[in-house]
């Protein structure tokens, strides 16, 4: 547990100055707080004593310094204790108002590089660290977990420092002025302690139970909230309102359990809180008339107590909130340490001839522990320029396939070749360069068409953006927004529909004019007639491209140079769609499925 | 100490703070007292208990101390030590004995008090989430439709967090702060005026500083709050773009942006954190020098004999002026919990009137009296009820006129007349329609996204209501048919597939509830969905979670449809329910479909023209109006638009 929050902290970077000054400066505090009831102490005695110097107080020096200056005068010597007190208090504020500014500085700074160091790294992820972590859990990681940590962290540098020294200390203080009167807080602090620790540990596994069962019953409400039409659809209100009703119960009497062991934090403090009052008013009081302390000393060991209990309350606190931090830590780690699957080779190849692309023997699998292969036995040659259309059925691995090819996965034996050279073999960012995929589960950001089509392109010009989306047919429709090339996209591209999001995502592709575009299933959503344009005109314009075309109706593919039929991670067969229509048993039942229907949107 | 992390969730967003209604906190306690009566109750009483508990000591710290002095001055006074002792321990003792029961009785309140109150608050907490729950249940569609998910989830998250703050610690612990504000006041009047006032004016002089930081901290705070907003709004967008950014290259801009906003956030961050940060120190060392001023005060009057005004009309001395240090703390202790808690009773009412707002949401209506019926023909042929399934349903309809029940054979003819429609007023999207579909007739829906097919369907399941009469089913008004048994007659597929966490059989189940799994079986095998479920890890015992999140969407699709062929529905709709299933296993599933829905009224909704090619009815809807129907046949031959759309591929060619 410690371990993950040591390599944590080691991302405080250019704040750790500040990660630094902030226990000293707290520590400082500490000491001037506890020495202000010390001080007070001489000062009641001073007075009860009618303003002679006993032997009980401790800063002789500074009476006699006073009445050096003034003599004769034991209000003056009041009057400097009190200007002596007030100017500890005022610099223990100084001092804690400072560390609660670099502990700002330094926790904010460390959220800030942890952030960063996360985001950075999850950029750098291939798609298979994606997947492995699934994008909701990275995002809980970088934002929830971050801030939890960021929590901890104030509370390290900050409390977990002020608490045991403020207990070492008042401790201290307590045997100096209370004398063996100190003695009862060897047997309370144990007991406190010991009742604390039982405590927490007893109350901690439950909770963290139980709030993984909290976050399930809100992860059901959820599914619910999203899933009204079908919990309306089949009657099923009352079903789910005594589902709910039972899980919800459960998760309460969980809680009661836990909270009912916590309930023993607050009488256990009190008990010793008042313990030590009662043997200071017991015993002090007698202490008092036989002399053995002072009066002064009785009210020191009053505020010490206080101190000392609060301490160890504090703690336990802070004992409960790392551990469960510890948590968020280890899963924050965890992305922290993982490694890019994907990296760039030693010397890599910067320049992608042409758009030929080849496959030998390949076979893929999604992880080593998957037992089948995604893909298996693969052996394919595009020619530059060349428009293939794959098609099978869902779970043939046709997006599998083409996403090799930009090395968005690595192969798992046998290699594929762009331009002649292995994938690995280039720069990846050359190579994506020039490949461009239009992803099935494409996204738009937020920001207006034009930011979106830069993506591509960052230095675009409107002429060539308008270029591209002609030829991706959105031109057409961008054309009848209001702000036309300004209109700005909502986050995730709510605001199109999924036939203009698809043309768009096209055109965004085109502007990296690419050696090879692979559209993955990118027009479905399109109506037949305005994907034939599409087609017609990246025959036309874009002639030495190569163009690889998912899709699933056959009119997508059918004048395609080859088509390959891809079945459970084979090929079972390449041709053109004359070949194929005659000679391939899935191609014709395909075919004869759809009879020449079409989709519309 | 109940929940550390206060928000696992991190801190609300854009949720604009706002003050509670009149009434809010009033409502809010009777809720508590309806169920918790006695309990509340007695942790009332417990926390006055307990109040004075703490509040008292400062009596007989003050009587214990007195009698020491007395003790001191004996012995000063040339008595011995044992006598001084013996004639001032029995007050010693018989103070601390008082003190003793005292202390016993708050720490037994004490006791009580969390205990009842985890009780309460975990309870209570049940109690408004099933309340919520029950009432979400039966809101309309249109309520889910016109208000962000995201935001009625927090009714359940941030609006019952704060709410558990609200009950379990804010409102002890200002009831605690007011007893115990009360009596130390009280008792420092007993004791001394003077010395009262200075404590008082020290605590103004806290109330007034931290309403300065804090205020100051609310404004950054807010900012704060918006700039990680932004950032975590990045880094949502940019994680689930994630692979769109790969394929672009695009990491290193990403990177810049990010580095943009999370700067910003860690400025507004520390400036936020800063107020807050230093606020504690501030105010806990304003608190030392009340105390040095208190003790300077105390000596000023002593030594000049200031008349000391008290209500025990005691002079002033040692022995108070020890208590009064403790009181003060006490004192300043409490009033800043006050005005701490003020702030988290003012978010927490805030939260419970959200919270009253869901449950005093309009429900959805339903003042339909016919029902549907298992029912069977008597010995006449007459149709009576059956008291159990018979594989025909009947509709159950009583007339108010003259008392008779009447019932009429489920058939499935659904008719509208001339449908005029509109979610929001002013803007029609159903212009007149009417469509008779006929028991056994499969009518399918053909039109752009937003010409209207699904309206459609929203409004013969009642999703939506019309004015009267315009829609009949087997020829009765279907606003009298009650709602849940129109629905159950409706069999409903739609395009975005919910599945719930539990296993796929459950999945399944949840068309008919007591269905056998023999019989869930033979629904996924008519949908065609058997084959895959029983390759995945445990067949039909795999957990989904995350609606099904490990399926393909076509696998998602395919157990939808088995959870609507288990309910075998008479009417079935069909709402681009085959859309991501490949058009191979879609013939597939349609030629069992087909078998299934024989002799029943589909209504099916697709993009693709060869799932619907084989209905008896198509209906071409184009903005809201239907523009052409009929057979396949009839529209190829009507050359209209169904043609164009048809052929549309074979043009360019």
């Known amino acids: 547990m410690f371990k993950n929050l040591r390599q944590l902290a080691s991302y405080v970077g250019k704040y750790k100055i500040y990660a630094i000054l902030t226990p000293i400066i707290v520590s400082l505090e500490v000491v001037m707080e506890c020495l202000i009831p010390f001080f007070t102490a001489d000062l009641i005695t001073y007075v009860q004593q009618k303003y002679v110097v006993s032997d009980a107080i401790l800063t002789k020096w500074f009476i006699s310094f006073v009445e050096s200056i003034i003599p004769g005068k034991p209000l003056a010597v009041v009057g400097g204790y009190c200007i002596l007190l007030i100017l500890m208090a005022l610099t223990s504020l100084t001092f804690g108002a400072v560390a609660g500014i670099t502990c700002s500085k330094a926790s904010c700074g460390f959220a800030k590089n942890l952030r960063t160091e996360l985001f950075n790294k999850t950029q750098d992820f291939s798609f298979e660290n994606i997947d492995k972590f699934s994008t909701s859990s990275l995002v809980t990681r970088l934002t929830t977990d971050v801030t939890n940590v960021q929590q901890s962290f104030m509370m390290i540098i900050r409390t977990a420092i002020r608490s045991p020294l403020m207990f070492i200390f008042s401790i201290l203080m307590a045997f100096i002025r209370g004398g063996s009167m100190a003695l009862i807080f060897v047997v309370v602090i144990p007991v406190l302690l010991f009742g604390l620790i039982f405590i927490a540990k007893k109350a901690m596994p439950i909770f963290k139970k139980v709030f993984k069962k909290y976050d399930a019953l809100n992860a059901s409400i959820q599914e619910n909230v999203h899933g009204m039409r079908v919990v309306k659809s089949f009657v099923r209100e009352d079903h789910e309102s005594d589902k709910f009703g039972t899980a919800s119960q459960n998760v309460a009497n969980d809680f009661v359990r836990a909270d009912k062991i916590l309930a023993f934090n607050n009488p256990l403090m009190l008990l010793c809180m008042y313990a030590v009052m009662t043997f200071v008013c017991l015993f002090g009081s007698q202490a008092i008339v036989k002399g053995d302390i002072i009066i002064g000393e009785f009210s020191a060991l009053l505020t010490y107590g206080m101190q000392i209990l609060m301490s160890l309350m504090m703690l336990s606190m802070i004992f409960v909130m790392i551990t469960m931090s510890a948590e968020c830590a280890k899963r924050i780690c965890e992305v922290l340490n993982e490694d890019a699957t994907i990296k760039n080779p030693p010397s890599p190849v910067y320049e992608v001839e042409n758009g030929d692309i080849d496959f030998v023997n390949v076979s893929f699998k999604y992880s080593e522990r998957a037992e089948r292969y995604a893909l298996s036995d693969v052996n394919l040659h595009i020619k530059s320029g060349q428009t293939v259309g794959i098609i099978g059925g869902t779970g043939s691995a046709k997006s599998t396939l083409v996403q090799l090819i930009p090395r968005l996965y690595d192969t798992t034996v046998g290699q594929v070749l762009v331009g002649g050279k292995d994938v690995r073999d280039y720069d990846i960012v050359s190579l994506r360069d020039s490949v461009s995929v239009v992803l099935q589960k494409n996204v738009l950001f937020s920001g207006t068409i034009k930011d979106n089509l830069r993506w591509g392109n960052e230095n675009a010009t409107d002429a060539e953006m308008e270029r591209v989306c002609t030829l991706a047919c959105a031109d057409e429709f961008i054309k009848t927004f209001p702000d036309k090339y300004d209109t700005y996209i909502e986050q995730g591209g709510t605001n199109v529909s999924g036939g203009q999001k698809q043309r768009l995502c096209i055109a965004r592709a085109l502007l990296k004019k690419p050696k090879i575009l692979i559209l993955d299933d990118s027009t479905s959503a399109v109506d037949t007639r305005t994907d034939a344009m599409i087609r017609k005109a990246f025959a036309q314009e874009i002639p030495n491209t190569t163009k690889i075309i998912i899709a699933q109706r056959i009119s997508s593919v059918e004048d395609a140079d080859l088509i390959v039929v891809l079945d459970d991670g084979k090929i079972d067969s390449i041709g053109t769609h004359s070949e194929l229509i005659k000679d391939n048993a899935i191609y014709k039942e395909i075919y004869e499925s759809q009879t020449k229907g079409g989709k519309m949107e | ?653």
């Open chain 2, 1 to 653: 100490m109940s929940r550390p992390i206060a928000n696992p969730r991190g801190p609300k967003m854009g949720r604009p703070t706002r003050k509670a209604k009149k009434g809010t906190f009033k409502r809010l306690i009777s809720y508590v007292f309806k169920y918790y009566k006695l309990p509340f109750v007695l942790v009332l009483v417990c926390i006055g208990i307990n109040a004075f508990a703490t509040a008292l000591p400062g009596i007989f710290q003050q009587k214990v101390l007195e009698a020491a002095e007395t003790g001191l001055g004996l012995v000063s006074s040339g008595n011995s030590v044992e006598f001084a002792l013996d004639s001032v321990v029995p007050t010693i003792v018989s103070a601390v004995a008082v003190l003793i029961v005292i202390y016993v009785l708050g720490l037994v309140a004490a006791f009580v008090q969390t205990r009842t109150m985890a009780v309460i608050t975990q309870g209570f907490l049940h109690k408004m989430r099933t309340i919520m729950f029950g009432k979400m249940q039966r809101l309309p569609i249109k309520y889910f439709d016109t208000h962000k998910h995201g935001d009625i989830m927090s009714y359940y998250t941030n609006d019952i967090d704060t709410l558990r703050q609200l009950i379990s610690q804010s409102l002890p612990q200002i009831i605690t702060s007011a007893i115990i504000l009360v009596t130390v006041l009280s008792i420092m009047l007993y004791f001394s005026l003077w010395l009262t006032l200075v404590v008082v004016f020290g605590a103004v002089l806290m109330v007034i500083t931290s309403k300065f930081i804090g205020g100051g901290g609310a404004k950054y705070f807010i900012k704060q709050q918006q700039a990680l907003g932004k950032c975590e709004g990045y880094i949502e967008e940019m994680i689930n773009g994630q692979k769109v950014v790969k394929v672009f290259n695009h990491e290193p801009k990403s990177k810049e942006e990010f580095d943009r906003l999370n700067s910003q956030l860690c400025n507004d961050a520390t400036t936020a954190n800063k107020f807050a940060n230093t606020l504690m120190p501030i105010i806990n060392n304003l608190g030392h020098i009340l105390y040095v001023l208190l003790v300077f005060t105390g000596t000023i009057l002593y030594f000049f004999d200031v008349p000391n005004i008290s209500f025990s009309g005691q002079d002033l001395n040692i022995a108070t002026i020890i208590p009064f240090l403790g009181m003060s703390k006490q004192f300043t202790n409490n009033v800043s919990q006050l005005s701490q808690q003020a702030n988290a009773i003012i978010m927490g009412l805030a939260g419970a009137d959200r919270i009253f707002e869901l449950i005093d949401e309009e429900p959805e209506t339903d003042e339909g009296y016919v029902t549907l019926v298992d029912a069977k023909y008597d010995e006449n042929g007459n149709i009576i009820e059956a008291d159990k399934h018979t594989g025909m349903w009947a509709w159950r309809h009583p007339h108010s006129a003259d008392g008779s029940v009447t019932y009429t054979k489920l058939e499935g003819d659904v008719r509208l007349n001339e449908v005029d429609f509109g979610y929001v007023e002013n803007k029609i999207v159903l212009h007149d329609v009417s469509i008779y579909a006929k028991p056994g007739q499969k009518i399918a829906f053909v039109g752009a996204t937003g010409a209207g097919k699904t309206t459609i369907t929203n409004l013969i399941n009642r999703f939506y209501d019309i004015a009267d009469g315009k829609i009949r089913y087997d020829g009765i008004n279907i606003n009298k048919i009650k709602k849940s048994d129109l629905r159950r007659s409706l069999g409903v597929v739609l395009q975005d597939v919910n599945l719930f966490t539990g296993t796929v059989m459950d999945n399944i189940r949840y068309g008919k509830l007591d269905a056998t799994d023999e019989e869930c079986i033979a629904a996924a095998k008519r949908a065609n969905a058997h084959s895959f479920i029983t390759m995945l890890p445990d067949g039909y015992n795999t957990v989904l979670s995350g609606n099904g999140s490990g399926l393909s969407q076509g696998q998602r699709q395919l157990i939808s449809i088995a959870r609507a062929a288990v309910a075998d529905p008479p009417v079935m709709i069909l709402d681009e329910a085959t859309s991501s299933i490949d058009t191979r296993t879609e013939a597939i599933v349609s030629a069992g479909m087909d078998a299934l829905m024989q002799g029943r009224t589909v209504f099916v909704i697709a993009h693709r023209l060869s799932t619907i090619k084989n209905s008896d009815v198509i209906m071409v809807l184009d903005k809201g109006r239907i523009i052409e129907r009929g057979s396949h046949d009839d529209l190829i031959a009507q050359r209209g638009k169904y043609y164009q759309l048809y052929t549309g591929a074979f043009e360019l060619e």
